[in-house]
């Protein structure tokens, strides 16, 4: 993976002793939290509720067992014994106390971390598909580029102050698992005619108060543009995104309002005037880059193994695990494992330091020392040996990390919600919890395939409700917690919005109301295996409607 070169580690740890300085002043009051709110959030540091919160930038979601072991640490020691990964792919801290966070960058500084541009109206951080450079589908790995990306962004001058925050996210893979058609860009790396690598570029994607799924801007990008085609991208936004207005400040709007035609044509001029310039990526840069997401050494294996079939027959708790958690490689006799953070009735995305620590220590025994982090709010490790899935197992189990739902119904994202949020309407996690116990059995979430829940607390859709195959907002109604459910949303290639049922649940009618859309579709699907998604796009809202509130 990428390592950090004397001007990037000088740089971060420079960094962080300007904050432990803006720190101090805080603390002794030279600075109010209104003077210090804009230095706090230039590095990660948000208020929450009840405490501040950190977020942590891990890049594309890849971590090193070091940087993991680091981030068990500091939980340990600076917080409450745990950390929270979130659906773009960063750590977060929920209770440090200010005069410990620039001991903590410190102790990530010396690790290649950081906690810059982690929030503000900046470019944040890159994300790619959690099975990169792993994946059986891979056209190939989009960890270079977003490792560019992340170079060109990084306090980028002319744009650290765009009208509002601006996510990239990049998929080498047809089948979309990084939502790039919900980011502000989205990148797909396609091959054209002639064989040559490029990009298929999204642009507008994202959730909050006005969702849109993302317009289609180019069909190719050579590979050597990229950066002067983003920049271009970024530079009309920086132009003509609404300042005026917060909630009207993200390119999506720049992009319903404008339209598709004028603003391509915006972005083409200045590509055209630059393309040339020094942004142009040679390819020696691609590859220089590249070479630090060179494949590990992967043994030669046959494709079956027979310690896995075994394994399958003896036992049905691995068996059911390795179905749902394992994923195919491209290399044979190997394959991606989801360690899932959703324990039935846990909180999604949180983990222990213990937690943490054993599973540094897997990715070094199973996995070449490598960890991700997925928009699902789990762990990757993405090259495990067919041969080891039997004993990775015994181990994850031990821990309560062995949970089989990938992609089923308890493997939920939600938000932090009222739990922890200042700007919540309603609670999540409990909601989550509540659904994950209800849904619990292995056998009931396999007979139900694969279904995505996504819970936010509020219209801001940090639990992405939008894209949800069920979707649930947490809406404050006269002070009291209802919930609004969409159906048939999707943040894949074949992305969607999901269509409101009709008025909100309380929190007592939530989880019920999820059971009554779950059975709908079980007894109306064309059997086990038309999915969740395609039986909603098949049959519309109206079963669904119908079974909720009774016939009209
Ligand atoms: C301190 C707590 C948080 C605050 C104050 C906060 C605030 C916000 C706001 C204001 C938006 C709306 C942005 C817009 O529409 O322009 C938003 C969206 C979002 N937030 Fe958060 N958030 C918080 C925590 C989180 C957490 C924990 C996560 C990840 C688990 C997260 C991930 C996201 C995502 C993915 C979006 C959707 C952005 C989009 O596609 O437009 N946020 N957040
Ligand atoms: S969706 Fe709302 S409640 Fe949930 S974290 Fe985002 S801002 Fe907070």
Request: aromatic share 8%; hydrophobic share 40%; proline share 5%.
């Amino acid at each position: 993976m990428y390592r950090y070169d004397e001007f990037d580690q000088q740089f971060v740890q420079a960094r962080v002793e300007q904050f432990r300085d803006q720190v101090r002043r805080r603390l002794a009051g030279e600075l109010t939290e209104e003077q210090f709110r804009p230095l706090r959030l230039m590095n990660g540091v948000y208020l929450q509720l009840h405490a501040y919160m950190l977020r942590i930038a891990i890049p594309y979601g890849t971590l090193n067992a070091r940087q993991l072991r680091t981030l068990a640490r500091i939980g340990r020691v600076y917080d409450k014994g745990y950390g929270h990964f979130t659906t773009r792919q960063n750590l977060q801290f929920n209770w440090p106390a200010l005069k410990d966070v620039p001991d903590i960058l410190t102790e990530l500084a010396a690790v290649e971390m950081h906690a810059i541009q982690t929030s503000g109206n900046c470019i944040r951080n890159v994300t790619a598909d959690h099975f990169a450079g792993a994946a059986a589908d891979e056209i190939a790995d989009p960890r270079p580029y977003a490792e560019i990306l992340r170079q060109w962004s990084s306090l980028h001058p002319e744009f650290s102050f765009l009208p509002r925050k601006f996510k990239v996210a990049i998929s080498g893979a047809r089948h979309d698992r990084a939502a790039i058609r919900v980011h502000d860009i989205g990148l797909q790396i396609v091959r054209n005619a002639a064989g040559e690598l490029g990009f298929e570029v999204f642009v507008g994607g994202g959730l909050g108060r006005t969702p849109f799924t993302a317009w289609h801007l180019r069909d190719f990008l050579p590979e050597e543009d990229l950066l002067a085609y983003c920049e271009a991208i970024l530079r009309v936004y920086n132009l003509y995104g609404r300042r005026d207005n917060k909630y009207k400040a993200r390119i999506k709007i720049l992009m319903h309002e404008a339209g598709l035609d004028t603003v391509r044509a915006q972005v083409e001029e200045e590509f055209e005037r630059i393309r040339d310039g020094v942004l142009k990526l040679p390819h020696g840069d691609i590859e220089r880059i590249a070479a630090y997401f060179a494949p590990p050494a992967f043994a030669d294996l046959p494709a079956e193994s027979a310690a896995e079939r075994s394994a399958r027959a003896a036992d049905p708790v691995f068996a059911a695990w390795a179905d749902a958690n394992t994923h195919p490689h491209r290399v044979p006799g190997y394959a991606s494992v989801t360690i899932s953070l959703k324990p039935v009735g846990g909180i999604p995305g949180d983990a222990t330091s213990d937690q943490m620590d054993l599973v540094a220590d897997l990715a070094d025994a199973y996995g070449f020392g490598e960890i991700r982090v997925s928009h699902m709010q789990n762990l990757i490790l993405a090259h495990v040996k067919r041969d080891d899935l039997p004993a990775l197992h015994a181990k994850l189990l031990a821990a309560g990390l062995a949970t089989p739902n990938a992609g089923l119904v308890t493997d939920i994202i939600a938000c932090p919600g009222l739990d922890y949020c200042a700007l919540a309407n309603a609670r999540s996690i409990p909601v989550a919890q509540a659904i994950s116990e209800r849904f619990g059995s292995a056998a009931r979430q396999a007979e139900i395939g694969p279904l995505a829940i996504k819970i936010s607390g509020c219209i801001n859709a940090c639990g992405h409700h939008h894209v949800g195959h069920i979707g649930i907002l947490g809406v404050d109604k006269k002070g009291e917690e209802f919930y609004q459910i969409t159906i048939g949303g999707s943040a894949d290639e074949t992305a969607s919005l999901g269509d409101i049922t009709g008025r909100g649940f309380s929190t007592h009618e939530v989880v019920g109301a999820v059971e009554t859309i779950v059975d709908t579709y079980l007894a109306e699907r064309t059997g086990p295996e038309e999915t969740f998604l395609a039986a909603y796009r098949r049959l519309g809202l109206k079963p669904f409607k119908e079974a909720l509130y009774g016939q009209a």
